[in-house]
C-alpha cells in the first residue's frame, strides 16, 4: 500500500503580515490620518488666504484711486508712517509763549500750530503756514476762536467762551420776509420760551463741537493732509478765567440764524 502524500490545503488562509488583521487597521488608520492632515484648515492657512485679500485689495484701491491711496480712501493714523515716527520721537508740550517760537520763521524748527489746546505739525505746507502765507496768522498759536467765527484777525485766541451764540436764532427784524407783527403770532409763556433757549442752547453746542471736529480732522490727517498731531498746550489753571472775556465778532454776529418757529 502506498504512503499517502501530502497535499497543503488551498483553502489555509495565507500567513502573511500583509493580510494580517492588525495590518490592515493600520493602514486604515494611516490613510485617515493623511487624510485628515489634507482636509485640516489651520491658522495659518487662515493668515495667508487674509494676507493675500489684503494684498488683492491694496492693488485693486492703489489702480482705482490712481496711486493716491492704498485703502480705498481711508485715511485712519495708524496707516500712515507719519504717525508711527511721531510716537517714536514722543509727545511735545508747550506753553502758549513756546508755541509762538515754531511759527516758520526759525527755519530750523518745525511749523505748529494749535486747535483748543491740541498741537499740530503743519511743516508740510509752508507756502500757507509759513511766513507769508495765506494762512501763516494761525501758526505758533492757538485760534480755536478764529476757526469757528472766521474773525482772523480778532478771534486769534483759544477762548471759546460764548461762540456758541453764533449758532443761536435771533428774532427777524422788521422787513424780513419772516417778520410777523406782534398781533400776528403766538407769544410763547416763560415756560415754553425756557424750554426753547434750553433746546437752542443744546443744538448751538452741538455744532461747536462739530465745527472744531471738522478742522481736528484736517489736522489729524485724516482727509489726506500730510499732518499730524504732536501735542499738546500747557497752561495753569484758571488761565481762561484770566483773559477778557469776548463779545461775538461782527461776522459772527452777522452770520446767526433767524428765528422762524415764532
Not at 495667508?48 to 484701491?61: D, F, K, P, Y
Not at 518745525?110 to 505746507?125: E, F, K, Q, W
Not at 417778520?179 to 443744546?202: I, W
Request: net charge positive.
Amino acid at each position: 500500500m502506498s504512503s499517502a502524500r501530502y497535499r497543503p490545503n488551498a483553502s489555509r488562509p495565507s500567513d502573511s503580515p500583509s493580510d494580517s488583521p492588525s495590518s490592515t487597521t493600520k493602514n486604515v488608520a494611516t490613510t485617515t490620518e493623511e487624510d485628515d492632515r489634507r482636509n485640516k484648515f489651520t491658522i495659518l492657512d487662515a493668515l495667508r488666504v487674509l494676507a493675500g485679500v489684503l494684498i488683492l485689495s491694496c492693488g485693486t484701491s492703489y489702480l482705482a484711486t490712481s496711486g493716491s491711496s492704498l485703502t480705498w480712501g481711508y485715511n485712519p493714523w495708524w496707516t500712515r508712517a507719519r504717525e508711527w515716527k511721531g510716537l517714536l520721537r514722543g509727545t511735545v508740550h508747550l506753553t502758549d509763549a513756546q508755541l509762538a517760537t515754531y511759527d516758520g520763521t526759525d527755519p530750523s524748527l518745525p511749523i505748529y500750530l494749535a486747535l483748543n489746546g491740541t498741537i499740530y505739525d503743519v511743516s508740510s505746507s509752508p507756502g500757507t503756514y509759513g511766513p507769508g502765507g495765506s494762512y501763516h496768522f494761525f501758526a505758533g498759536r492757538d485760534a480755536a476762536r478764529a476757526f469757528l467765527t472766521g474773525c482772523f484777525a480778532e478771534d486769534q485766541t483759544p477762548d471759546l467762551r460764548g461762540v456758541e451764540l453764533m449758532y443761536m436764532p435771533i428774532d427777524p427784524e422788521p422787513g424780513h420776509p419772516d417778520y410777523k407783527e406782534p398781533g400776528e403770532r403766538r407769544e410763547l409763556s416763560k415756560g415754553e420760551r425756557k424750554n426753547r433757549h434750553a433746546r437752542e442752547l443744546r443744538e448751538a453746542r452741538r455744532r461747536v463741537r462739530e465745527g472744531l471736529e471738522h478742522w481736528h480732522t484736517l489736522f489729524r490727517g485724516d482727509k489726506g493732509k500730510p499732518y499730524r498731531r504732536v501735542g499738546e498746550v500747557v497752561r495753569e489753571e484758571g488761565w481762561l478765567e484770566k483773559l477778557e472775556k469776548r463779545e461775538l465778532c461782527e461776522e459772527a454776529r452777522k452770520a446767526r440764524p433767524v428765528r422762524k418757529d415764532l
